[in-house]
């Protein structure tokens, strides 16, 4: 696609359920990236994938979250048992490969109740 | 871990003012990227600076990357309200492959 799309755009969940976020990135843009933003804050990273692959996960809070790709298409981030401190915009992003600018998608707004 | 501070955090002028935004680091980054975010948007990149003491020019927007490829700077010049967003300046780790964010700088003009 022409750009990064993330679904869905919003998402309210009660607390304790599981939630998946989807990302389709750009064709042909190996490296992926999830970021979290909270309200009036700057971009928190979670993980990294080159390829299929998650070279730095580092940045994942818990092990409620996990994520994976299909090849160097689709990702998805899950997170287990959601809790209120969950609440946040989450943004996707890939680009060509290192050393390149980052495309974001519009992100997936999630209110966790 | 390194941090990127951006200084000032929130910044409110009159339309046809100038203004700088600055962005520190005591780590060295091996590029600098700048972003502008609009609500209910993600960033959307403006420019990438890679070598020390580069300036680049994006119409009323000129960049600098520090000698030191430490810190930078975004100065505005006739802000107009359309400049009106959230500016994250965002470095590329040398050792690993992601960009570290400030926390960016909520810049309102108003006409």
């Known amino acids: 696609g022409a750009g990064v799309s993330q679904s869905p755009s919003n998402k309210v969940t009660e607390k304790g359920k599981d939630v998946e976020l989807r990302c389709d990135p750009i064709?042909?843009?190996?490296?992926l990236y999830w970021y979290r933003q909270r309200l009036g804050q700057g971009l928190e990273f979670l993980i990294y994938?080159?390829?299929?692959?998650?070279?730095?996960k580092s940045g994942l809070p818990s092990d409620r979250f996990s994520a994976e790709r299909t090849g160097e298409s689709v990702s998805t981030l899950t997170i287990q048992r959601t809790q209120q401190e969950d609440s946040a915009v989450y943004l996707c992003?890939?680009?060509?490969?290192?050393?390149?600018?980052?495309?974001f998608g519009s992100g997936t707004r999630l209110t966790v109740v | 871990t390194q941090l990127l501070e951006q200084s000032p955090q929130f910044l409110s002028i009159q339309e046809g003012e100038n203004l700088t935004v600055y962005c520190n680091s005591s780590?060295?980054?091996?590029?600098l990227q700048w972003y502008r975010q609009e609500p209910g948007e993600g960033p959307v990149l403006l420019v990438t600076?890679?070598?020390?003491?580069e300036v680049k020019k994006l119409k009323r927007l000129t960049f600098q990357f520090g000698d030191a490829r430490k810190d930078s700077s975004l100065h505005i010049t006739a802000a107009q309200p359309g400049d009106t967003g959230l500016y994250l300046c965002?470095?590329?780790?040398?050792?690993?492959?992601?960009?570290?964010f400030g926390q960016g700088t909520r810049l309102t003009i108003n006409p």
């Open positions: 064709s042909g843009h190996t490296a």
């Open positions: 780590s060295v980054f091996s590029s």
């Open positions: 992003a890939s680009s060509p490969s290192r050393g390149f600018g980052y495309t």
């Open positions: 600076v890679v070598t020390g003491g």
């Open positions: 994938f080159q390829g299929n692959s998650a070279p730095d």
């Open positions: 965002a470095g590329e780790d040398q050792g690993a492959q992601k960009l570290v």
